[in-house]
């Protein structure tokens, strides 16, 4: 049988080190040894080349064998249930092989089973771990600050794992990491407070910490040991993301022959699924941790993570309740509804106290307000502008308004810290808090900028780790969450007080109109009374003299001077017509509270009565069906439907007789929508001349006539009339017309 390794040989380097295949080395460190098992037949199909020092048996002789065979029967069955202990997870069994006791590390990986064993380190006795575990535990109860847990903790895990240096990492938002703890040998050099850049744990690296929560190297100048397989002809790779043995990327070990170390020990800390930081064990000399102790230093870790947001949210509160008590202050004053309170809200102390600012203003209307350290308004306006878009008018802060507006300087260089807040979807209104510019120092673990260097041998990790400080200019402190909280806060009960500002300023506006409307009223009150008797008596006058003129039989005149005569007199009597008309229509607004139960059909008989003459005379049908009792005003409902009778004869076709039908119909049929079909609907048509349908709406306009005046008299406020008498009685007058066919009017009175 011919079996080949599966080291991965791609060359590596740190061009390419981002994309790296760390969880498919193919070979593992050497104080262990690995096997990977077949699900399906539970023959062996990968093992690693030391497999004799601890089984006593080479890969040619372990590989294509069952488990039974390798292992016994009582160890392959237990072996069997380890298939469940999937994503992370692992099961130590303790057995005895060639007489020696063995611990077995198992866990599942896609089709294989992967078996790990170490050298077993000498026994640490166990009432040890217990008693170290038990103090920590009462230790960590007298720890308020995050910090404060962070430094228990490393020196817990030192003292149980006996590192020169237990350091606690924690990230920022881009991956640079800060050491917030650190414990160590009193002669080493403090690396507390130090930032190393996110290029010292690449992508892919920062993944497998997610996956992998407890990385051991027990001696950074092993010799990788390869994985062999089968020689089948088939490439095929083993993922050892969760394996404890994983060799490690060449890279990542020169990086820590550069720093001095010999043996390390990293626990992922995992906050919310992300990678929160990591607690990095260094020792500089070879070192190999039992199981039972990475495991107490794993829980210890874990403390960490499952105390970040109690930690956190204790060392907010007593901010919290300084902040919310300024905003309690300031959102229980009384303010008048009026613009001159926005000023007073902007120059009161609280607003700034509240989210811990240097200076605010509002934007109202192209309006600004400000109290404090602020830019000037015209860069105020420009920052409203550029974040109502950016943040599409709701909220945005940064502690540096340089990354997104990076021409403006002068602003960044005074207050650079922005807390945005938009007051209006659809402008610019809002109100900004600021922050000033805090001139930092950052001490870096080397020259960020130099994390790769390149010597003889090309590129490499840096070598020098020696303090290297940065100054950052342009930014603030950061916005807390309690700053941003009781900000927002507030700036919701802003927005509820400039809504009663505006409907305040809305109200008097109103209140305003009505007083010009009410003037107004009484002018037209007058203009109808000046119609009433100062236009109309000279109108009489004017068709008494004329009349007389052309009714003298002895007088003779000539003819042209008749027909002028008689084309004055028509014209009085059209203006006398029209001014009776305006009178009727301007008077409707009086009516509307002498609703009362009316019948139709009585309406319709006194109708009738009144038209009859000009009917019989037109040749006309008038065809009346029973008609409902509906809320109304008598006379206002003769005039409509007199209105519409005098309306069909007037414009009735030449070439046929008028018919005219007036009839109760139901609410669907006149195509009311659904929510007002529940009214008592009376359609009224004609068979006249009709118009297009475009003139639907138009034909209730006031003084809007279709047709030539010389060919239809009229004063065109017939059906404007109609129009308005409907809107006294609550209900709708519409009109459907049809060219050369007739016109049929849908009349709806609400039936409460």
Known sequence: MNIKDIVNRDIVNLKNCDQEPIHIPGSIQPHGF???????????????????????????????KTIDAVFGNETAEQLKTCTEYTGGQHKLLKVSQGGKEMELLVHAQNDCLIVESEALPPSQDKNDLF????????????????????????????????????????????????????????????????????????????????????RI????????????????????????????????????????????????????????????????????????????????????????TSQIDVRQLNEEYEESKKLNSAAKRLISKKFDLHRNSLQLITADPDILAL?????????????????????????IRKIASYLSVFSGNTQFHTDSILRLLPEEKSIAGKTPGINY???????????IWYKPETVAEVNWAGDPAKAIEKDKN??????????????????????????????????????????????????????????????????????????THDLQEPLRKIQMMSSFILSEEEREIPEDVYEKVLRMNKSAERMQILVKDILKYTRLNHNKALLEKT??????????????????SAGASLVIETLPVVNGISFLLKQ????????????????????????????????????????????????????????????????????????????????????????????NIRAEGHPGEGVDFFISFPKN
């Not at 019948?599 to 019989?616: G, H, Q, R």
């Open 131 to 214: 008693d170290l575990s038990k103090e920590f535990l009462s230790y960590m109860e007298e720890t308020h600050t995050l910090r404060e847990l962070c430094d228990l903790v490393a020196k817990g895990i030192r003292k149980i794992t006996g590192y020169d240096r237990v350091m606690i990492y924690h990230f920022d938002k881009d991956y640079n990491g800060e050491v917030i703890a650190e414990s160590k040998r009193n002669d080493l050099e403090a690396f507390l407070g130090l930032h190393y850049p996110h290029t010292d744990i690449p992508a892919q690296a920062r993944e497998l910490y997610i996956k992998n929560q407890l």
């Open 34 to 64: 690995l096997l990977g098992i077949d699900l399906a037949s539970w023959k062996i199909r990968f093992c690693s080349a030391n497999s004799e020092n601890f089984l006593g048996a080479t890969c040619q002789q372990l590989l294509d």
């Open 640 to 731: 409509l439907f007199s209105n519409l009778i005098y309306n069909s004869l007037k414009f009735a076709d030449p070439g046929r007789k008028p018919k005219l039908s007036i009839k109760m119909i139901d609410g669907a049929e006149a195509g009311l929508p659904a929510p007002h079909q529940d009214a008592w609907v009376i359609r009224y048509s004609d068979n006249g001349i009709g118009f297009e349908k475009t003139y639907n709406e138009s034909v209730f306009h006031i003084f809007a006539r279709l047709n030539p005046g010389s060919e239809y008299h009229g004063s065109g406020i017939g059906l404007a009339l109609c129009k308005k008498i409907m809107n006294t009685h609550n209900g």
């Open 599 to 616: 019948d139709l059909n009585l309406v319709l008989e006194e109708v009738v009565a009144d038209v009859s003459d000009s009917i019989n």
């Open 421 to 431: 807040f938009s007051l209006d979807i659809s402008n610019t209104n809002c109100i």
């Open 355 to 379: 989210c811990n600012a240097s200076g605010v203003s509002m934007l109202i209307d192209d309006i600004v307000y400000k109290n404090g350290m602020t830019p000037e308004d015209d860069e």
């Open 217 to 304: 190297i027990a001696d950074v100048n092993y010799t990788p040991v390869p994985l062999y397989t089968i020689d089948d002809g088939i490439d095929r790779n083993l993922d050892l993301s969760y394996a404890s043995l994983r060799s490690v990327s060449p890279i990542h070990i020169q990086y820590l022959h550069n720093m001095g170390v010999g043996a390390t020990l990293t626990i992922s800390l995992i906050h919310k699924k992300k990678l929160w930081g990591l607690v990095a064990c260094h020792h500089y000399a070879p070192k190999f941790l039992s199981q039972e102790i990475r495991m107490a230093a794993r829980l210890q870790g874990n403390f960490i």
């Open 458 to 531: 090309g590129l490499s990790p840096r070598k020098s780790f020696d303090l290297w400080k940065e100054t950052l200019k342009y930014q603030s402190n950061p916005w807390l969450q309690a700053e941003i909280m009781a900000s927002s806060n507030f700036a919701n009960v802003l927005l509820k007080h400039l809504g009663s500002v505006f409907l305040a300023e809305e109200e008097e506006k109103q209140r305003e109109l009505a007083k010009i409307l009410t003037e107004t009223n009484a002018e037209l009150e007058n203009i109808n009374w000046i119609s």
